[in-house]
Nanobody, 121 residues
């Protein structure tokens, strides 16, 4: 089983920055794709960014390209995944979730509990 725990959310003014972190543990995770999703009130959960096991492949939602950066650091039986968020906008306000899945799968199998990000105008 894989456990994920996010941290780093909070309240920030528009134009500011936040860094989210996710620690995933439980097994060797270097062959897991890791990602971030977010869900705003009344909205469906949406993809934000993902990163492959080696860290060389990254994808971003169009809404965050150029402002957010995903990275990861692999270690034995754990990985830390970060999401650096710059030039934040009020529409970035949401609960942000860390997720993980095997590189061979298209569905996301493991999820964290989420961390709240609120951007004030």
């Amino acid at each position: 089983q894989v456990q994920l725990e996010e941290s780093g959310g909070g309240l920030v003014q528009a134009g500011g920055s936040l860094r989210l972190s996710c620690v995933a543990s439980g097994r060797t995770l270097s062959n897991y794709r890791m990602g971030w999703f977010r869900q705003a009130p009344g909205e469906e959960r949406e993809f934000v960014a993902s990163i492959t096991g080696s860290g060389t492949g990254k994808r971003y939602a169009d809404s965050v390209k150029g402002r957010f950066t995903i990275s990861r650091a692999n270690a034995k039986n754990m990985v830390m995944v970060s999401l650096e968020m710059n030039s934040l906008k009020p529409e970035d306000t949401a609960v942000y979730y860390c997720a993980g899945t095997l590189l061979s799968r298209s569905d996301w199998d493991y999820w964290g509990q989420g961390t709240q990000v609120t951007v004030s105008s």
